[in-house]
């Protein structure tokens, strides 16, 4: 089971760092997706983790977000900064294990496990 939380509202510019918990995974080796949804848009990767430290980004997000992991607490972490309008939606964590292949990483089909998502709303 993958929880997010963090999400909320915050004015243009602002920060938000979202949390996944992965809950019951007795793995120590998988990978850890961000994605998004926005208003009337498909589903699109932002940032992945593996267990290892491999990270990936998405070039909308990269510079402004930053993904990390605490293996020990089998959370991860989404640090997003200077956001803007267009970053409202939801945000998922998903997760897979073992992690595919790296060119894989950063795309939806590669996920076994989803969280239920977190609202992220971004005034100007």
């Known amino acids: 089971q993958l929880v997010e939380s963090g999400g909320g509202s915050v004015h243009l510019g602002g920060s938000l760092r979202l949390s996944c918990v992965l809950s019951g995974f007795t793995s120590d080796d998988y990978a850890i997706g961000w994605f998004r949804r926005a208003p009337g848009k498909e589903r699109e990767a932002l940032s992945a983790?593996?267990?290892?430290?491999?990270?990936l980004y998405a070039e909308s997000v990269k510079g402004r977000f930053t993904i990390s992991n605490d293996n020990a607490k089998k959370t991860m972490y989404l640090q997003m900064n200077d956001l803007q309008p267009e970053d409202t939606a939801v945000y998922y964590c998903?997760?897979?294990?073992?992690?595919?292949?790296?060119?894989?990483?950063?795309?939806?089909?590669?996920?076994?496990?989803w969280g239920q998502g977190t609202q992220v709303t971004v005034s100007s």
């Open positions: 998903a997760a897979v294990s073992p992690p595919p292949d790296l060119g894989k990483l950063l795309r939806q089909s590669a996920y076994d496990y």
């Open positions: 983790i593996t267990s290892g430290g491999t990270t």
